[in-house]
């Protein structure tokens, strides 16, 4: 096995490279590319290479500073298994990432996923994968009913690209707009809550708003034409 010369590369996993999140690499045979799981991506160029291994060096984006290498082992690349080191430039420990040869599957994109925390609540939000590109986020309520998001992901072999969250449950759709309505009426920080379902002869009625740290705190009612999966908004307003 080679280092690719273009196009896709080789991919692998690799742990205890600088983070306690596993960071997938891409390499090729001119440059190597490394996911750091919920935090970014860093690429670098090939500066050095003898019968042993590739130096990367020159890098840019997340983590990796512009002049630091990571020196890969060409059995790496031949065994599938192995050691790479990241030397940090102006510090002499260094990390030493154990990898493994490994195609994406999308579960790279989770720690990214799990970076999302849609409305104000104090329970915990759960994160599940249905495939490759798409990704749900469920809060538990009992008392307005779970708030449910579709997350869309954008995957180009290990690099993740979040896509549209979408409200799906009549509560997520309704803290949607309380949170849109919010940031219209000056609110420039905080997450939207509801705290009240009501059924009504039109519908339902709904209580909540966005406390926020920075403007104070906003207030509204919502209504909607039902309180099932893409229920309809049919009004909000400042509560008294």
Not at 111 to 130: E, G, H, R, T
Not at 156 to 161: E, F, R
Not at 193 to 200: G, I, L, M, N, P
Request: aromatic content about 10%; glycine content about 10%; proline content about 4%.
């Amino acid at each position: 096995m080679q280092f690719a010369k273009n196009g896709t590369g080789i991919y692998f996993s690799c742990s205890d490279l600088g983070t306690a999140n596993t960071a997938w690499v891409d390499v090729k045979a001119k440059s190597i590319t490394v996911t750091f799981e919920g935090s970014g991506v860093a690429t670098g160029k090939l500066v050095e290479s003898d019968s042993t291994s590739k130096t990367f060096g020159t890098f840019t984006g997340v983590m990796v500073g512009a002049y630091d290498t990571f020196v890969v082992p060409n059995s790496l690349v031949k065994d599938g298994s192995g050691k790479i080191d990241w030397y940090m430039s102006n510090v002499n420990p260094y990390w030493v990432g154990t990898c493994k040869q490994n195609d994406p599957t999308g579960d790279q994109c989770m720690p990214l996923v799990q970076l999302i925390s849609p409305i104000d609540s104090s329970a915990n939000p759960v994160y599940k994968k249905l495939s490759i590109d798409k990704y749900t986020v469920t809060v538990a309520d009992s008392k307005v009913g779970d708030f449910f998001y579709d997350v869309a992901m954008k995957t180009s072999g290990i690099l993740c690209t979040q896509g549209d969250i979408t409200p799906v449950s009549c509560s997520a759709l309704v803290a949607d707009k309380i949170g849109s309505q919010a940031f219209k009426d000056g609110s420039s920080a905080g997450q939207p809550y509801v705290s009240k379902r009501t059924a009504t002869a039109d519908g339902y009625s709904w209580e909540g708003g966005v406390h926020d740290p920075e403007s104070g705190d906003f207030a509204y009612t919502v209504t909607t034409d039902s309180d099932s999966d893409g229920c309809s908004v049919t009004g909000i307003a400042t509560a008294p």
